[in-house]
């Protein structure tokens, strides 16, 4: 072999020695490059693992690298930036501190909007203000409530039967249940008719003289100052013949002789202090003797100006609506007694459309409102025993005055007589009568 060979193959040599250096060289930086890669990719997931770790405020909290190294590796892997994203849980608005909405309060744009709401508001509340008054001044004026009397003022009793009334059967008993009456709340009491009137036979009346089988003047004026005391006016029923048949007025021939002998007796009686006269069958005495009528009328009417008042009430047997309202405009009665709620068809449309008739066309000051009287019976005894309550309420509750017989408040029945006894002791008297 000579030289220039030899040469060649140590060239040759060299250059396969400088390309396997390089080939090492080469496969050293791939895995370098592929070392780096897997650092950077688990400094990666160590970097989530740190952001989903809670912040503590202990030594526990895991070490979070600087913004330099953060950058570094966000920027390597293909040049892209790694952006974090926060959840809307972690968005919270802080809103102002208190020197910066102070500072801004105090803006001219701020000031001047406060003090237009304000204006807006107050111009506002003038103009409501305003408009309520235009309406308070343009609204039509309230009906006046009519004038009204003591027996307008609550419910009036009346005790037909003095006898089956108390213990002692006379007015001097009467007196003695004056307590019991004034906690029942009436403004008067409708006493008798207690004079002497022989059934049938005017000749032998005398409206001045009680009964002795009633009681005596003296213990009626007892009565009258009992009342008084409680707060409660009398009403003397004076209808002539309540004990007979032939009519209030005992026959057509005797009306005008009768009543020329009731004017006396009016002035004696409010005299006496009465508070009022009950006459029944109003309707004969107005239609046959209107004179006398009107005088009887001027009598009791002659004292309205005291105080009390004294009343005139009126008794019918009629039971149309229409009669009794042309009655009530004819008598000019103060208040007329009619059995509407319980005669005729028991339809309860007809009871209201006869109320709403007599409402409408007059006062209610002179309405009034019974279930039952002298004649009739008690309550109890009209109606169905379970209605009694509702009787007494709508009796108490019509616009009008309520008029009750003795008993009606707790449901007293009529036996053999119109006038059955007053049950006072319940625990006694109301076991015998049950037996």
Same mark, same amino acid.
């Given at each position: 072999?000579?030289?220039?060979? +030899?040469?060649?193959?140590?060239?040759?040599?060299?250059?396969?020695?400088?390309?396997?250096?390089?080939?090492?060289?080469?496969?050293?930086? =791939?895995?370098?490059?592929?070392?780096?890669?897997?650092?950077?990719?688990e400094?990666?997931?160590?970097?989530? /693992?740190?952001?989903?770790?809670?912040? +503590?405020?202990?030594?526990?909290r895991?070490?979070?690298?600087?913004?330099?190294?953060? /950058?570094?590796? $966000? =920027?390597?892997?293909?040049?892209?930036?790694?952006?974090?994203?926060?959840?809307?849980?972690?968005?919270?608005?802080?809103?102002?501190?208190?020197?910066?909405?102070?500072?801004? =309060?105090g803006?001219?744009?701020?000031?001047?909007?406060?003090?237009?709401?304000?204006?807006?508001?107050?111009?506002?509340?003038?103009?409501?203000?305003?408009?309520?008054?235009l309406?308070?001044?343009?609204?039509?004026?309230?009906?006046?409530?009519?004038?009204?009397?003591?027996?307008?003022?609550?419910?009036? @009793?009346?005790?037909?039967?003095?006898?089956?009334?108390?213990?002692?059967?006379?007015?001097?008993?009467?007196?003695?249940?004056?307590?019991?009456?004034?906690?029942l709340?009436?403004?008067?009491?409708?006493?008798?008719?207690?004079?002497?009137?022989?059934?049938?036979?005017?000749?032998?009346?005398?409206?001045?003289?009680?009964?002795? &089988?009633?009681?005596?003047?003296?213990? #009626?004026?007892? %009565?009258?100052?009992?009342?008084?005391?409680?707060?409660?006016?009398?009403?003397?029923?004076?209808?002539?013949?309540y004990?007979?048949?032939?009519?209030?007025? #005992?026959?057509s021939?005797?009306?005008?002789?009768?009543?020329?002998?009731?004017?006396?007796?009016?002035?004696?009686?409010?005299?006496?202090? %009465? &508070?009022?006269?009950?006459?029944? $069958?109003?309707?004969?005495?107005?239609?046959?003797?209107?004179?006398?009528?009107?005088?009887?009328r001027?009598?009791?009417?002659?004292?309205?100006d005291?105080?009390?008042?004294?009343?005139?009430?009126?008794?019918?047997?009629?039971?149309?609506?229409?009669?009794?309202?042309?009655?009530?405009?004819?008598?000019?009665?103060?208040?007329?007694? @009619?059995?509407v709620?319980?005669?005729?068809?028991?339809?309860?449309?007809?009871?209201?459309?006869?109320?709403?008739?007599? @409402?409408?066309?007059?006062?209610?000051?002179?309405l009034?409102?019974?279930v039952?009287?002298?004649?009739?019976?008690?309550?109890?005894?009209?109606v169905?025993?379970?209605?009694?309550?509702?009787?007494?309420?709508?009796?108490?509750?019509?616009?009008?005055?309520?008029?009750?017989?003795?008993?009606?408040?707790?449901?007293?029945?009529?036996g053999?007589?119109?006038?059955?006894?007053?049950?006072?002791? #319940?625990?006694?008297?109301?076991?015998?009568?049950?037996?």
């Amino acid at each position: 072999m000579n030289t220039e060979e +030899t040469n060649v193959d140590v060239e040759d040599a060299q250059t396969i020695s400088v390309e396997q250096k390089d080939a090492l060289d080469a496969a050293q930086v =791939a895995v370098d490059a592929d070392a780096t890669e897997a650092d950077v990719s688990e400094a990666d997931l160590d970097q989530e /693992e740190q952001e989903k770790q809670p912040m +503590t405020a202990g030594g526990d909290r895991p070490a979070v690298a600087p913004p330099e190294v953060r /950058e570094e590796v $966000g =920027a390597e892997k293909n040049g892209s930036v790694k952006l974090k994203v926060l959840d809307e849980a972690e968005e919270k608005f802080t809103g102002l501190n208190k020197e910066e909405l102070l500072r801004v =309060a105090g803006t001219p744009g701020w000031v001047r909007t406060r003090w237009a709401l304000l204006l807006v508001f107050w111009l506002g509340w003038l103009g409501m203000l305003v408009g309520a008054v235009l309406i308070l001044l343009q609204a039509p004026g309230c009906r006046e409530l009519p004038a009204t009397s003591w027996w307008n003022e609550g419910p009036l @009793y009346q005790i037909g039967n003095i006898q089956a009334f108390t213990d002692l059967h006379n007015l001097k008993g009467l007196e003695q249940k004056m307590n019991s009456l004034s906690q029942l709340k009436v403004k008067g009491l409708v006493v008798g008719p207690i004079h002497v009137a022989p059934p049938d036979e005017a000749i032998s009346l005398r409206f001045e003289e009680i009964s002795p &089988d009633a009681g005596n003047l003296d213990q #009626f004026k007892g %009565v009258i100052q009992a009342a008084r005391r409680k707060g409660i006016s009398v009403v003397l029923d004076l209808t002539p013949n309540y004990q007979g048949s032939s009519g209030p007025w #005992f026959s057509s021939n005797s009306v005008t002789n009768v009543a020329e002998r009731l004017k006396s007796a009016l002035v004696f009686w409010l005299n006496e202090g %009465v &508070d009022g006269i009950q006459l029944s $069958g109003v309707e004969q005495l107005a239609n046959m003797v209107p004179s006398l009528w009107a005088d009887i009328r001027a009598i009791i009417h002659n004292g309205m100006d005291k105080d009390p008042k004294r009343v005139l009430l009126g008794i019918t047997e009629s039971s149309s609506a229409e009669n009794v309202s042309a009655l009530l405009s004819s008598t000019g009665v103060d208040l007329l007694i @009619y059995n509407v709620l319980t005669s005729g068809d028991p339809e309860p449309t007809r009871f209201a459309e006869t109320i709403q008739h007599l @409402y409408s066309n007059h006062s209610q000051t002179k309405l009034a409102w019974s279930v039952g009287g002298r004649v009739e019976g008690h309550l109890a005894s009209l109606v169905k025993k379970a209605h009694v309550k509702l009787y007494q309420l709508l009796l108490l509750t019509l616009p009008g005055t309520p008029i009750f017989s003795y008993g009606d408040e707790i449901g007293l029945m009529d036996g053999d007589s119109k006038f059955p006894k007053m049950l006072w002791d #319940f625990e006694e008297e109301l076991n015998g009568t049950l037996q």
